[in-house]
Each structure stands twice: as structure tokens, then as C-alpha cells.
């Protein structure tokens, strides 16, 4: 009886000893202190899983047929209700929206060459005609290049050269719309 009363007692105190250990264990800090804080942000924005924390936090007005700047370098119209967007840089812009579901990256950058064939990202799409189809847009009297990727949900790179400088237009839509493309593109001002 003795014995038994010993044996209880050994394994009620291993049991106490491992859960201390398990509690220090899960209770130690989730990121290590050499972390940045923007890493920290990062990871707690992946882990929950919501692409919008990736974006502004900041509430925008509805876009949806207002005419939308691009830094001070060019503008269109936006076709859609724009639940969230933000700037990468100087004339580089990111917009994101729910219905449909999708978005639209837009930016300037300096020309290398008058041509199109060497925008960035040209060349490669035509390394690759079985994921991209090449198209000749012509809106109005501007004439514009644009790259389907057949392996993705309806996505176009639409590239122009204006000023010596490359438009680059993505849009990301669940089907193609050929209305709201050449809405977009008929709508470009630039500054």
C-alpha cells in the first residue's frame, strides 16, 4: 500500500514537473528579439491569413467611375469599387477590389529604347507563347501591347510608350472584359 501511495506521488510530480515545463515552453515570446518590428508586423499579417492587413489600413472612398491618379504622372478612370490601394513609388500604384475580385497595378518607367521590345517583362512573355498570348490593342488612335497569361485567371499586361517612358498596365480579373480594358485605356491621361 505503501508502495503504491509512492509511485502516485512520483508520477503526480513528474506530471507537475512537465507541465511547469510545457507552460515556460509555450509562454516564451512568439518572435525572437532580433526581429525587426516591421518583420513581427509581417508575420502576424501572414498568419491571420488577411490579405488586406498586407494593404493600407486606411479606409478608402469608393472609386468605383472616378478618375484615379497615378502618382503625378498619368490617370484613368476606375471601373470598379476599390476596396483598398497603395503607392510603390513615385508612378506606381496598386488597386485591389472584391466584385469582381481582382486588381489593377499601374506604373511609369523610363524607356531604355523607343521600342517595346525592350519593356521590362516583354521579352520573356514572348520566350513563352504556351502561358502567354500576345495581342495588338489599338484604342482610339493609341496602339497598345498586351500579353494574356493563358495559366492564371484572366490577367493582361497591356504596355505603351509615351515620352520615353513605358506605361505598364496589369489587370487581374476572374474573366475577361474587353469593355472595362478599353474603358481603362481610352480613359489614360497623362501628365
Do not use: W
Amino acid at each position: 500500500m505503501k508502495k503504491k501511495i509512492i509511485i502516485g506521488a512520483v508520477v503526480l510530480f513528474g506530471i507537475a514537473v512537465l507541465g511547469v515545463v510545457l507552460f515556460e515552453y509555450l509562454e516564451k515570446p512568439e518572435f525572437g528579439s532580433e526581429l525587426s518590428d516591421r518583420s513581427k508586423k509581417f508575420i502576424s499579417s501572414q498568419k491571420s491569413g488577411s490579405y488586406s492587413n498586407l494593404l493600407s489600413e486606411e479606409k478608402k472612398d469608393d472609386l468605383k467611375g472616378e478618375r484615379v491618379s497615378v502618382g503625378e504622372c498619368f490617370s484613368f478612370i476606375m471601373p470598379y469599387s476599390v476596396f483598398n490601394h497603395y503607392e510603390q513609388g513615385k508612378c506606381n500604384e496598386y488597386f485591389a477590389f472584391e466584385r469582381p475580385k481582382g486588381s489593377i497595378v499601374a506604373y511609369l518607367t523610363d524607356t531604355v529604347s523607343s521600342s517595346l521590345d525592350q519593356a521590362p517583362g516583354v521579352s520573356m512573355r514572348r520566350l513563352n507563347p504556351e502561358q502567354y498570348e500576345e495581342r495588338n490593342i489599338k484604342v482610339g488612335d493609341r496602339e497598345f501591347l498586351g500579353f494574356i497569361d493563358l495559366l492564371d485567371q484572366f490577367t493582361i499586361t497591356i504596355y505603351h510608350n509615351i515620352d520615353n517612358q513605358y506605361l505598364i498596365l496589369t489587370l487581374k480579373l476572374p474573366e475577361e472584359n474587353q469593355k472595362v480594358l478599353e474603358g481603362i485605356l481610352s480613359s489614360l491621361e497623362f501628365n
